[in-house]
């Protein structure tokens, strides 16, 4: 009968070799997923999303931001400053009170923001204690104006409102104003020359009354000199004459006649007692 075949030995230290091999590639697995498993929980939190997103173009009304973190939550408590400031071009924050909650932190805004590019700051304490500090950024093209654009364009509409009216009002007003205008310069122009002719007709009278005073005066000098003439000539007639004494002729007559006064010496003598 034929022999069967004999079935080749291995030897011992292949075994063991491939064993060894084998324990390895198990060991390395484990290792491997060990790691893999204990990353996550090797890394810090971080920003995982926020609304508006970064570089976002928002051109709805905007009333808050929202920012989210990963972990457990963030931290809170005494002396721990979780804060989200929003600014504008001009540096001013327009955000309020920021609220945490959870891993989520928020700020409102009074009003929704006018068009601009804004900035958002914020500081966050994580739950495994590190904080952070980031930024990022969006712009608002929502038609919103600012408060001082809109007080300007009405203040530009209101002057600008004259300027629609035709030219024909504004001639017409230009002119009632010029009619007005002279008419008040001729009142005062008036009112200024009614003194003055008072003055003038009072001024008047006086140098009339002067003027007849003067001439009366005149008058009765003409009228002094004149009679003063006549005697001169009266008593140089009387010299001339035989017998004058310098007296007028009309004392002169005077003196010729007899007085009547007295009776005559005959007649006041009485009848003759003569015999």
């Known amino acids: 009968m034929p022999h069967a075949a004999a079935e080749p030995t291995v030897p011992s230290q292949q075994i063991t070799v491939r064993r060894l091999a084998g324990a390895a590639a198990v ?14 929980a090797w890394a810090h939190d971080t920003l995982i999303g926020s609304t508006p997103d970064d ?5 709805e009304p905007l009333e808050d931001v929202t920012l989210e973190f990963s972990g457990g939550g963030l931290t809170t408590g005494e002396g721990i400053t979780n804060e989200i400031r929003v600014t504008d071009e001009d540096g001013e924050d327009h955000g309020t009170e920021t609220e945490v909650d959870g891993s ?16 958002v700051v914020y500081r966050v304490v994580y739950s495994d204690g590190h904080d952070e500090e980031g930024t990022l950024s969006f712009t608002v093209d929502a038609g919103i104006e600012a408060a001082g654009d809109e007080a300007d364009d009405e203040t530009g509409d209101e002057t600008e409102e004259p300027a629609e009216g035709s030219a024909a009002d504004t001639a017409e007003d230009s002119a009632e104003d010029a009619s007005d205008a002279d008419a008040d310069d001729a009142a005062e122009a008036d009112g200024a ?21 003067g001439v009366l005066i005149v ?38 006649q007899p007085s009547t006064d007295q009776p005559s010496t005959d007649e006041s003598e009485g009848p003759d007692r003569t015999p």
Do not use: C, H
Not at 231 to 256: H, I
């Open 27 to 40: 060991g390395a697995l484990a290792l491997g997923t060990g790691v893999a498993g204990a990353a996550p």
């Open 55 to 59: 570089d976002a173009r928002v051109t």
């Open 104 to 119: 989520t932190m928020s700020t409102s805004f009074e009003e929704p923001l006018p068009d601009g590019e804004y900035d």
């Open 193 to 213: 020359q009614d003194p003055v002719s008072e003055e003038g007709g009072a001024s008047g009278w006086i140098v009339v009354l002067l003027g007849i005073g």
């Open 219 to 256: 008058l009765l000098a003409v009228i002094m000199m004149r009679r003063k003439v006549n005697q001169v000539e009266e008593w140089k007639q009387g010299r001339r004459e035989p017998g004058g004494t310098g007296q007028s002729s009309a004392d002169q007559s005077s003196t010729d």
